[in-house]
Structure formats: C-alpha cells, structure tokens
C-alpha cells in the first residue's frame, strides 16, 4: 500500500473522503489508503479490540500472516465515530482483548526506559496518562463487561481513545516493544499453523511477560495475572495460546525476542529469559 497509488481503483482516487468501519485491520487498510491518496479521513470502530481508530500508525502484515513492521500515517484522522449501540452489541471477548491491549501502553513506554532508552518527555508523559488509564480499567472492565453501560462508556474511552492516543505520543521508543513480542512470535514464527486467538489475548501473554521482566509499579505480576485470568478470561501463558511448548519453542521465542528488542546487557537478556518461563506453561 506504502505509495502505491496508482494500484487503487480510479474511483477510489475520485472520492472526496475515506471512512473505515471495523475492527483493527479494516481501520488500518483505510488509514493507509486515505494516507496513499491524500484524503480525508473518518474512522468508525465496531468493536474495542483495537487502538487503531486514534492511532497515527498502522499495522502492516504479509499475505502469510506475518508481521511486516508499522507505518506512520502522515493525514490527520479528522473524525472517530463511536455507536454505543455497536458497542454494546460486539461479543464480550472482543471488549477483553481489547481492554488486555491496552495495558501495553504502560509496560511498553516504561520498558524503553528501563532498557536504558533516553527517558524523553513523550516517554514519561506516555508513562503518567497510561498509568491512569490502566487504573480505569482495572476498576472499571468487570461492571462493563456485566453489561454496566456507564463503565463501559469508561472502559471504551480508555481502550479506544485514550490507548490510541497513547500509541502516537510513544512512537518514537526504539525499535518493537517486549509487549507485543508474543504476538510478533505467533505471527512470525508460526505461520504454518492457525491462530485461536485474537490479537489481545496473545498481547495479554506480552503483557505479563513485560510486568515479570519490569517489576512495574503499581502492577504487580501476580495480581495483573488475577485481572486476566478471572475477570477478562484472556490466556496466561504461552501454552494457552496453543502453540508448542518444547524447549526448542522456548528458544526460538526468546530469540525473536531478543532480536526485536535488543538486551542493552546480558542481565537484561536474563531477566526476559526468566519472565518468559513465568508465562511459558
């Protein structure tokens, strides 16, 4: 799609606007388009599992599945369209996998810093919204997923908004995140077998990875584990994801982890090591 105008249909190229209604990967494929012809640009999202109505950046996978990097759009989104009603019609385990998302945008800035990134002011403001946000959602994701309409108009604002803001502010910490790391091995190493979960429930794993590794104030491992497991339901564990679980898996995993997010020293590598035998069974 990346400067491919040309390979869109003439019709396409005549439009005054683009609107994209959908999941993550429909907002997405409509952000890059409007970004491919310059166009305006009004995003509808259907379901909560997704931060990518906000979001300056897309996703971009291969026709296998795999994952191919992000791109910045350059066009403002001039407008987000979010029906209750939609929303109050999408499946529970949609407004899960996105709440459990949305917990990266915590560990994910802190991480970078941690890591011995340069501590910037995006960073640390990245760091003091996400940790309000995420606080929102730990109170809030159990009466919303009860079917509370005023917690989920909470829960939807943070997840939603709030994350997809998020996702722009933090865009310049180096290179991919150890919280979507999980969901970068099942996309990228397991492209012969099917995928049972959705993009949420693998980050969840990454998430508990990351709170293992970090020791993150204000989220404890044990108890973000309890938040998943019993009240969102999304899995805990590598095995859950039903992929294979031998120690050659453990060390094809830990190197695409490592690759993707670089140890800065050999105790870090450790540390990702040991976190990751914490979410592995």
Known sequence: MRGR???????????????????GRAIDTSKMIADALGKKLLLAPTCAAQCASFAQLAGVY????????????KIPILGTYVDMGVMR?????????????AF?????????????GEATVRWETTIALAGRSTRIL????????????????????????????????????????????????????????????????????GVLLSAHAYDIPGLPAGMLRDFFKNTLKTPTSWAELGFGTSERDFERVLELLMRNFPPRALSHRDAVAGALRSVWN
């Open 138 to 205: 730990l109170d809030r994701s159990a009466a919303a997923l009860d079917g509370d309409e005023r917690a989920l108009n909470d829960v939807l604002y943070a997840a939603i908004c709030l994350t997809g803001l998020l996702s722009s502010l933090g865009g310049d910490r180096p290179g991919p995140s150890l919280a979507h790391g999980i969901n970068d091995a099942v996309h990228d190493l397991y492209t012969d077998l099917p995928r049972r979960c959705l993009h949420g429930e693998n980050v969840s794993v």
């Open 5 to 23: 105008r040309s390979s869109l249909p003439a019709t396409a190229r005549r439009a005054d606007v683009v609107i994209g209604a959908g999941g």
């Open 104 to 116: 990266t945008k915590l560990v994910e800035p802190y991480g970078a810093v941690l890591f011995g």
């Open 62 to 73: 291969k026709t296998d599945g795999a994952r191919d990097g992000v791109m910045f759009i």
């Open 89 to 101: 019609a999408a499946p529970k385990r949609l407004l899960a996998s996105g709440i459990a998302d």
